[in-house]
């Protein structure tokens, strides 16, 4: 407490009682923020199934590396500067056969939009791989999404609390997970107060339980909001394409009609790895 000159040591007094009793009814809500907290991170806890950024590290230290020059050529391609400047272009669906390379560009495209995009803009991404379990089905692929969204805006978690406030742990988890995370998807997409967001899928054919489901979610959330964009890849199936086919906004960018630039990032990739 400041002093004040020739206030008197009965003033003094009361003016400190007045205050120590101001501070000890706050304390109370302050008590109650830090309960909130770890109430917070409690459910975000719960909700981390895996992190992607470190099956992203993984999956690149898997492969030897990776290499600038094997992916920059997507920069000028003309499909991503599309979705990359046009507002209506939502939806990048990048395919190619096995052997194309698709993991390690999206790899890449993730490295480069780090680097363009606003700070306050959230970049949330998923590497499906169907040889393992925790990664190769629609409920953790949103599990991932959504946990990399909330802990770049921490706000968001509210969506996730309405729900897990009554069911803890077992929201994540058992047979109604995918109705209650794809609602709480949803929620967050359409959330006035999310920055602008670029969500990034890979290898969807890797997928390997109820894929519909998660193409549908997309397919019917890809132009939910003018603040996302979406980026995803998978195998040339006809199945993908059928139910791909049926989003709007979207822009193609098919491998096998880049193949001269394909074919350089992996002569890249080679050269590299002999010598």
């Given amino acids: 407490m400041p002093l004040i000159y020739g206030e008197g040591g009965e003033k003094a007094f009361k003016r400190l009682r007045e205050e120590i009793d101001k501070h000890l009814k706050s304390l109370p809500q302050q008590l109650a923020l830090v309960q909130l907290e770890k109430e917070d991170q409690e459910c975000i806890q719960h909700l981390r199934l895996t992190d992607p950024r470190d099956d992203k590290k993984r999956i ?37 056969d096995p052997g194309k390379g698709k993991t390690m560009l999206l790899c890449g495209i993730v490295n480069e939009l780090k680097k363009s995009m606003a700070k306050t803009d959230l970049l949330s991404y998923f590497f499906c791989q169907a040889t393992d379990s925790r990664i190769n ?21 509210s969506h996730i609390r309405r729900k897990y406030d009554y069911a803890g742990k077992a929201l994540f988890e058992g047979v109604n997970a995918w109705a209650a995370l794809s609602e709480i998807f949803i929620n967050i997409l359409q959330d006035p107060s999310l920055n602008n967001t670029f969500l990034i899928i890979d290898a969807l054919d ?10 549908n979610l997309i397919v019917q959330n ?5 603040r996302v964009k979406w980026i995803i890849s998978s195998r040339n199936w006809p199945n993908i394409e059928e139910q791909l086919g049926m989003a709007g906004h979207k822009v193609r960018l098919c491998l096998e009609l880049n193949a001269e630039s394909v ?10 790895r002999v010598y």
């Avoid at 890809?222 to 003018?226: D, F, G, T, W, Y």
């Avoid at 074919?263 to 590299?272: G, K, L, N």
Wanted: net charge negative.
């Fill in 263 to 272: 074919s350089m990032a992996v002569s890249i990739y080679i050269r590299h």
């Fill in 206 to 215: 890797e997928c390997v339980a109820d894929l519909p489901k998660l193409l």
């Fill in 137 to 157: 089905n629609p409920t953790a692929v949103l599990r991932g999404l959504v946990f990399l969204l909330v802990d770049q805006q921490p706000l968001l978690v």
């Fill in 222 to 226: 890809s132009s939910i909001s003018i």
């Fill in 60 to 96: 690149e230290e898997t492969q030897g590396g990776l290499l600038e020059d094997s992916y920059c050529w997507i920069l000028e391609n003309s499909e991503f500067k599309q979705w990359r400047s046009d507002q209506q272009s939502r939806l990048l669906w990048v395919k190619g």
